[in-house]
């Protein structure tokens, strides 16, 4: 249709145009917007490029959706130590009993455990003193003792009668832990690392404790560095096993919610020996099973 246009030098013919004329150049103008249209309709292909600060803008808040998501680990952990504070953590510290391993046959229950045992006895801590160095190593650092007290009040087994046991104290021999190296002197002197204060702190006087014990036979620790402070002239020594201290952990006591157990382990978990070990929530519970099991004075 464009072939029956006039040349563009006859303008005025343009106004003279024939109706079929006319419509031709409507249809190229419609063609003409048409292909306006479509190059205007063709600018998204070309929108990356002004749309990229949209796009940016989400990246640079990237830091604050992976700050949330960085942040909800830490809400679980906080979420997953939840029953570690509240039925290990409590306001003792028993790892300074825990600095040796050893493999046991653990007794599962209480009760078993009372039955092979010469002494069971429940009360407070009286206090913490230093016990024997020991020449364990040859030529290396002494092996030092830290003594527990214990103050008996509810005598259960192997108590009464027993000349060993001097004022109602018991006397617990146990690991004191490791030493601290200072070459600027020999290596007999050396330090143990924690001392009776270090104890006392963990595990304060007048924590109640559940022990099973036994006289520590004449010699068995072996050749003595030195002494410590001293116990009374007729009272011996007392050895425990792994499972043989028991303590109440006062906040837990307070705190603890149904079903948890405000009892600890010392030398190791309370419940290495078995669920039967858990069932009791406190040592007045854990007395009146041993009683009721006929341990009782």
């Not at 669920?275 to 009683?291: H, S, V």
Request: aromatic share 4%.
């Amino acid at each position: 249709m464009a072939r029956h246009l006039p040349p563009a030098s006859a303008p005025p013919a343009a106004s003279a145009l024939p109706a079929a004329s006319a419509l031709a150049a409507r249809l190229a103008l419609a063609l003409a917007s048409a292909v306006l249209t479509a190059c205007a309709g063709g600018a998204p292909a070309a929108a990356p490029t002004p749309h990229k600060p949209t796009v940016t803008a989400p990246e640079s808040q990237k830091p604050a959706v992976a700050a949330s998501a960085s942040r909800e680990p830490t809400v679980a952990a906080t979420t997953r130590q939840k029953p570690a504070v509240t039925a290990v953590e409590g306001s003792l510290d028993v790892s300074p009993l825990r600095v040796t391993e050893v493999d046991f046959p653990a007794i599962e229950t209480p009760e078993a455990l009372a039955a092979g045992s010469p002494i069971v006895a429940a009360g407070v801590i009286d206090g913490w003193q230093q016990g024997p160095a020991l020449e364990s190593y040859p030529g290396g650092p002494l092996d030092y003792r830290m003594l527990l007290r214990v103050r008996i009040i509810d005598p259960l087994k192997g108590v009464t009668g027993r000349t060993s046991i001097v004022n109602g104290l018991l006397y617990i021999v146990l690991d004191q832990g490791a030493v601290i190296r200072d070459d600027a002197l020999p290596v007999e002197e050396w330090k143990p690392e924690r001392d009776a204060r270090d104890f006392a702190a963990a595990m304060p006087p007048g924590t109640r404790v559940l022990v099973f014990a036994e006289e520590t036979p004449e010699h068995a620790l072996g050749p003595v560095g030195k002494p410590g402070q001293p116990i009374p002239p007729l009272a011996k020594l007392m050895s425990v096993g792994p499972q043989d201290l028991v303590l109440e952990d006062p906040l837990l006591r307070t705190q603890a919610a149904d079903g948890q157990t405000a009892l600890v382990g010392g030398r190791e978990p309370l419940g290495v020996g078995g669920a039967a070990w858990l069932e009791p929530k406190n040592l007045d519970d854990l007395i009146a099973r041993l009683k009721q099991h006929g341990f009782d004075e």
